[in-house]
T-cell receptor
Framework: GQQVMQIPQYQHVQEGEDFTTYCNSS?????IQWYKQRPGGHPVFLIQ?????EVKKQKRLTFQFGEAKKNSSLHITATQTTDVGTYFC???????????FGTGTRLTIIP | NAGVMQNPRHLVRRRGQEARLRCSPM?????VYWYRQLPEEGLKFMVY????????ESGMPKERFSAEFPKEGPSILRIQQVVRGDSAAYFC??????????????FGDGTRLSIL
């Protein structure tokens, strides 16, 4: 079945440093979504990418979708303590509404 | 506009008992998804339902687990004869019915199930 892996599994950064998480799918995706889950909380939708090579920005967050639509990345510039949490990518295949979530990257910030 | 509502937030059961988890999707949403999350792990898809229909249950264990989404009322995830390994957070998500896969999912706060 489809597998979605993320690296790294954990990331500790000093406040103000940048952070990147990478997402790789075993199959070509129709779209990819990113979610953030705070400790003890529930996943919250951040963004969706649909087109090959697409890049979207939300303030300090930059999301990319690979040309082959099999990988994606999330980059946070100048991290803040509010960025703490686990970031999940989630992909779906054409004609299938089921999302396969990645393994997640847990970000902790050192003040 | 109320979000996805799950109850109970916390549920404690003894081995062998039944657990019933409820989920009311967002208003206007007809697609419901159930996920299971173990501590420090990702979300594992369990089942996808539309009103009165199970669309994809490929992530559901073959025994003891069942799900429904009746015409009236919330979606129910039922676990019979619970075992210690069923302890986890169970999240429900919903999305609107638009006929394509490009819809974000809105998650409830989850039910934390603990088996004694």
């Amino acid at each position: 079945g489809q597998q979605v892996m993320q690296i790294p599994q954990y990331q500790h950064v000093q406040e103000g440093e940048d952070f990147t998480t990478y997402c790789n799918s075993s199959t070509t995706l129709s779209n990819i979504q990113w979610y953030k889950q705070r400790p003890g909380g529930h996943p919250v939708f951040l963004i969706q990418l649909v087109k090959s090579g697409e890049v979207k920005k939300q303030k300090r967050l930059t999301f990319q979708f690979g040309e082959a639509k099999k990988n994606s990345s999330l980059h946070i510039t100048a991290t803040q303590t509010t960025d703490v949490g686990t970031y999940f990518c989630a992909g779906s295949n054409f004609g299938n509404e089921k999302l396969t979530f990645g393994t997640g990257t847990r970000l902790t910030i050192i003040p | 506009n109320a979000g996805v509502m799950q109850n109970p937030r916390h549920l404690v059961r003894r081995r062998g008992q039944e657990a019933r988890l409820r989920c009311s999707p967002m208003k206007g949403h007809s697609h419901v998804y159930w996920y299971r999350q173990l501590p420090e792990e990702g979300l594992k898809f369990m089942v996808y339902l539309q009103k009165e229909n199970i669309i994809d249950e490929s992530g559901m264990p073959k025994e003891r687990f069942s799900a429904e989404f009746p015409k009236e009322g919330p979606s129910i995830l039922r676990i019979q004869q619970v075992v210690r390994g069923d302890s986890a957070a169970y999240f429900c998500a919903s999305s609107p019915s638009t006929g394509d896969s490009n819809q974000p999912q809105h998650f409830g706060d989850g039910t934390r199930l603990s088996i004694l």
